[in-house]
């Protein structure tokens, strides 16, 4: 009998360790990215790098980025950005925190990044609500903002076969991820100036 009611004890543990392990945030609005933010800039992945880090002892992903446009802050033509979390595929290691967002290499973002930590981490604020893909719709760049950054293949298909997409004007307060490039930079560039 005592088997069973270890065996029960301990999938009750597992099922309150899977629902802890779920995080939310509040929703930040543009203008509260673009304040916050002590840098901001749209750039293309130029590489990856996943290793222990010599700082913290954690499992880092260091993603290089080529910048084309320095919205605010302090950058050179590239910034590195260390996040939390990676897979280290030669020590069959990995660690993955819930919400941090992944780059793709070759791939365009408008990233709103917080002061670094201690440690040098820097994740985008709001983890993945700071981290605007840019797509390229009907010969249009556009921004796109998703829960999920590693989607990045079915956001090109969107690419290729979409005719019937309409792109508007201007940045809606309500939908900025479904904005022009240039309306969304120049939004965030304006609320900083306020």
């Known amino acids: 009998m005592k088997p069973y009611i270890i065996l029960i004890s301990l999938l009750f543990s597992v099922c309150n360790l899977s629902s802890a392990a779920a995080t939310s945030m509040r929703p930040i609005s543009l203008e509260q990215l673009s304040t916050r933010a002590t840098l901001i800039f749209y750039g293309e992945v130029v590489s990856n790098q996943v290793k222990q880090d010599e700082q913290s002892g954690y499992i880092a992903t260091f993603t290089?980025?080529?910048?084309?446009?320095?919205?605010?802050?302090?950058?050179?033509?590239?910034?590195?950005?260390?996040?939390?979390?990676?897979?280290?595929?030669?020590?069959?290691?990995?660690?993955?925190i819930h919400g941090v967002p992944r780059f793709q290499v070759g791939y365009n973002y408008v990233v709103?990044?917080?002061?670094?930590?201690?440690?040098?981490?820097?994740?985008?604020?709001?983890?993945?609500?700071?981290?605007?893909?840019?797509?390229?719709?009907?010969?249009e760049q556009v921004i796109s903002n998703s829960r999920s950054q590693v989607n990045q293949p079915q956001t090109r298909q969107l690419?290729?076969?979409?005719?019937?997409?309409?792109?508007?004007?201007?940045?809606?307060?309500?939908?900025?991820?479904?904005?022009?490039?240039d309306d969304f930079i120049n939004t965030v560039r304006a609320y900083n100036t306020q």
């Open 64 to 96: 290089e980025f080529k910048v084309i446009d320095l919205i605010k802050g302090n950058a050179g033509k590239t910034h590195t950005i260390k996040q939390i979390g990676g897979d280290l595929k030669d020590r069959n290691m990995s660690l993955r």
């Open 112 to 139: 709103f990044l917080p002061t670094k930590s201690k440690l040098g981490f820097s994740s985008p604020l709001g983890l993945h609500q700071g981290s605007f893909s840019v797509l390229s719709i009907n010969n």
């Open 159 to 181: 690419e290729q076969t979409s005719k019937a997409v309409q792109i508007p004007l201007a940045v809606s307060v309500d939908k900025p991820s479904q904005s022009r490039l």
